[in-house]
């Protein structure tokens, strides 16, 4: 699974394209979308952009005329919203950052903008490669490497008839890492089934409950209130401010933005049926392109997937163990923000196979669960459903013991 990479081709004309690719099989890059930043090797401006747009203009009070669109050392770019007039569009760009994950859309798994760059020589012994690179996506967890130099891009002309080449091209990885994005878990995943009474529930305080404040939920007037007033609070975060990207949450017993429910739903001869429901507790954030990432051994076994799109994820060979599942497009493909809205579900069919199958010691549940490809805070194995003729060794001995003592006393009634 490779993460994002950022090229850059620089033409004699000192036109970059740049291009943003997300690798990633499973992890989209979600609302409200990716900053790149570098930093210049020398004097380096950017006269214009087409595509997205620098955030900050910088000090450019030694310009008289014509003023650069940025003069910063260390810009950070963004993408552009939809709709902006088309003679500030390229193919791929205007999506507000957005990315879908290489897994679930290829063609909208790539992000582009142009750049005119300014001071920055004419030949690829003059043209500086920047450094120091970052891409947030949209927060924190990806550490970019050093921009290497690859052979020059090749572009076609409109007709496919002539070939024109980049002056120089090089190519930036960044790598993702949950713990570097999140101290805590981002989702948490709970369990029931039709065979016993008990619903596992999240871990208290699964994703961290920490400093964190949370929102009542108007349907429950027992939750906690914050200190602060949730309606400031949540009007702050829905104004669109970028630096704000802590989420406003619903008050839980795990204090999680997103809930992966897992229910064993029924029992048939040869296949069985599990519901599979995502809650969003987060009054600040819609999931848009979600994806829904579950390892099973019976998942290389499904025959119907209700509401969800379904594609597997061959890891490792052979071994098919592993499902994404996300929304219709349309349909259930945005997750909405907390409320009565805000989850969506589907069930799963999967055909039985005799040498594996069972309903003992937890075996119908998942044993991970990704959410936008961030792994969830699965429940203690001990705690899982089990059968009621499977019961723990203390209660089968304490029901050992009641029935013998309840035949004795029937002998002794018998006998007198």
């Known amino acids: 699974m490779l993460p994002p990479s950022i ?79 088309y003679n500030q569009q390229i193919a791929n760009c205007c999506r507000g950052g957005v990315v879908s994950a290489f897994g679930q859309d290829p063609a909208t798994a790539v992000s582009a903008f142009q750049v005119s760059v300014g ?51 090089w190519n930036v990885t ?3 890492s949950q713990h570097l994005a999140s101290r805590y878990p981002t989702c948490c995943v709970s369990f029931s089934s039709f065979y016993n009474d008990t619903i596992v529930p999240c871990a208290r305080c699964a994703c961290g409950c920490g400093v ?11 939750r906690l209130v914050p ?29 999680c933005p997103v809930r992966v429910h897992w229910h064993v739903k029924l029992n048939y001869h040869d296949y069985w049926r599990a519901k599979v429901t995502v809650t969003n507790f ?17 998942l290389d076994n499904i025959t119907q997937v209700f509401s969800f799109d379904y594609k597997p994820v ?10 994404m599942f996300y929304g219709m497009k349309f349909f259930n493909d945005q997750l909405m923000e907390a409320g009565p809205y805000g989850n969506v579900q589907s069930e799963v069919l999967m055909r039985k196979d005799a040498s594996t199958f069972t309903f003992r010691q937890g075996w119908a549940f998942p044993r991970k669960i990704y959410f936008n490809g961030d792994e969830c805070q ?12 499977s019961s723990p060794p203390s209660a089968l001995a304490s029901t050992a013991m009641i029935v013998g003592s309840a035949v004795a006393a029937f002998l002794v009634l018998l006998m007198a």
């Open 314 to 323: 061959v890891s490792y060979g052979s071994i098919n163990d592993t499902a």
């Open 7 to 85: 090229s850059s081709d620089f033409c004699p004309n000192m036109n970059a394209a740049v291009t943003i690719n997300n690798f990633q099989a499973y992890r989209q890059i979600p609302s409200p979308g990716w900053t790149v930043g570098w930093t210049w090797a020398k004097r380096e401006v950017i006269w214009s952009m087409v595509g997205a747009q620098a955030t900050e203009q910088g000090d450019c009070s030694k310009f008289k005329s014509n003023l650069p669109h940025s003069c910063k050392r260390d810009p950070a770019v963004v993408d552009l919203l939809p709709g902006v007039p």
């Open 174 to 176: 960044c790598t993702y």
């Open 212 to 222: 964190k404040s949370c929102v009542r939920s108007p349907r429950d007037s027992k």
């Open 282 to 298: 987060n009054y600040a954030m819609n999931y848009t392109g979600w994806t829904l990432v579950a390892q099973h051994p019976n």
């Open 227 to 255: 200190a602060a007033s949730s309606a400031h609070a949540l009007g702050l975060r829905r104004g669109g401010n970028r630096e704000s990207l802590a989420p406003v949450l619903q008050c839980t017993t795990h204090m």
């Open 119 to 169: 001071q920055a020589g004419t030949t690829n012994k003059t043209v500086k490669v920047p450094k120091n690179f970052t891409f947030l996506g949209p927060g924190n967890g990806y550490t970019c490497g050093p921009a290497k130099v690859v052979p020059s891009t090749v572009f076609l002309s409109p007709d496919r008839r002539r070939k024109t080449q980049a002056l120089m091209t």
């Open 378 to 389: 699965m429940p203690p194995p001990d705690d899982y459903p089990y059968m009621p003729n």
